[in-house]
């Protein structure tokens, strides 16, 4: 008998007859033999509808009852998938996480799933039952509700199936797989069938939004494959596992974009050793993310230009932070864009491939993209660009790179 866990994302469940069409996927594994246990979203929106209904109520909501508001999403939908699968005549209930209990650590609207116990459940899917647990949630310790991050039902089916030892772990959404681009809106973006997990984490974080990053950041942990696939038909998705599985055929594996960054420049910052950490310092302990850095080289020896990006949505804190750090920090002005987005391309091929810098480059000059900022790892290769070349230049890329 496999054990498996299916994780159903918000657009998956998002109506009553998502519901029923979730329902029928688990009856057909459950017809199978296999153990389930079931994890949900939200129904789409629904999160973000409350988090609006909170902000109208008070800027400075408590996190503590954001969580117990935001929790409900997968409340709902637990039961209501429960009742269509008993309705289908398939043995089912829900689990609320301090039933079970999930134990978390950690802030409200932030906390960590550390372990969950598991003779309950494992109890129930042995004798013919279906277990459906809300994502994104558990208890802490002292029996406070919290929520995990934001998409965070992703690392609740991943540390299920590492906690419960499951043979599986499938992420159903609303598209076929993890694509070389944003197939909603690139019309030439491709299925990739197998990712590694080091490629995905990075597509993940730099803006492919088909799965949380820290989710996948535990499964490469734990080595706990992922089969990321559509609710809406019966094709194959992506298999997301250890590189030793794949064999690259193609230097970059995909391209992806954010369009929320900004960019902070500071001309004539004093060029002496501790500048950079006293620019930098205050900011981290803000828990300002800053992603790029690039000084550039003193022609006089004294001072020098120093451009970084951050999130826009923390561009006038860190405006303000530096201004009110003017004892530590001198420069002579402060300027910042926040038109700008970072296109990246990734791949676990490019290790072994040489030129696919300037390749990136090239391409990009062909399209008279100008680029404002470079990052570079092992197995990406990220630029700055103004906001409005975006589409531009990553369609170039795609073709460039064999995507298309
Ligand atoms: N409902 C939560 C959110 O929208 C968690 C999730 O969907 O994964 O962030
Ligand atoms: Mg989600």
Known sequence: MTKIVIKFGGSSVGSIDRIIAAAKIIKKKFDKNNKIIVVVSAMAGKTNELVKQSEKISKNFSKRELDVLLTSGEQVTSALLAGALEEKGVRARSYMSWQI????????????????????????????????????????????????????SDATAVAIAKIFNTDECEIYTD?????????????????????????????????????QASAVQTAMMYDLPLHVRSTFSDVKGTKIFSSENIDYSKTVTGVTYTKDEAKITLLGVQDKPGVAADIFEPL????????????NISPDGKTTDLTFT??????????????SNKKNVKYKSISSDKKVSKVSIVGAGMITAPGVTYKMFRALAQEK??????????????????????????KKLHTVFNLD
């Open 101 to 152: 209990p999930i134990l978390t650590d950690g802030d409200h609207n932030n906390s960590r799933i550390i372990n969950m116990h598991v003779e309950k459940i494992n109890k129930y899917i042995s004798n013919k039952g279906v277990a459906i647990i809300p994502g994104f949630q558990g208890i802490t310790k002292d029996g406070e509700i919290t929520t995990i991050g934001r998409g965070g």
């Open 310 to 323: 951050i999130k826009r949505s923390d561009l006038n804190k860190t405006i303000k932070i530096i201004k």
């Open 175 to 211: 598209v076929e797989g993890v694509y070389s681009t944003d197939p909603r809106h690139f019309l030439k973006a491709k299925k990739i069938n197998k990712i590694s997990y080091e490629e995905m984490l990075e597509m993940s974080s730099l803006g492919a939004k088909v799965m």
């Open 284 to 295: 981290g302990k803000k828990f300002i993310n800053v992603d790029m850095v690039i000084q």
């Open 369 to 394: 993209v100008n680029i404002l900022a470079i990052s570079t790892s092992e197995i990406k290769l990220s630029v700055i660009i103004n906001e409005t070349n975006t589409t531009k230049a990553v």
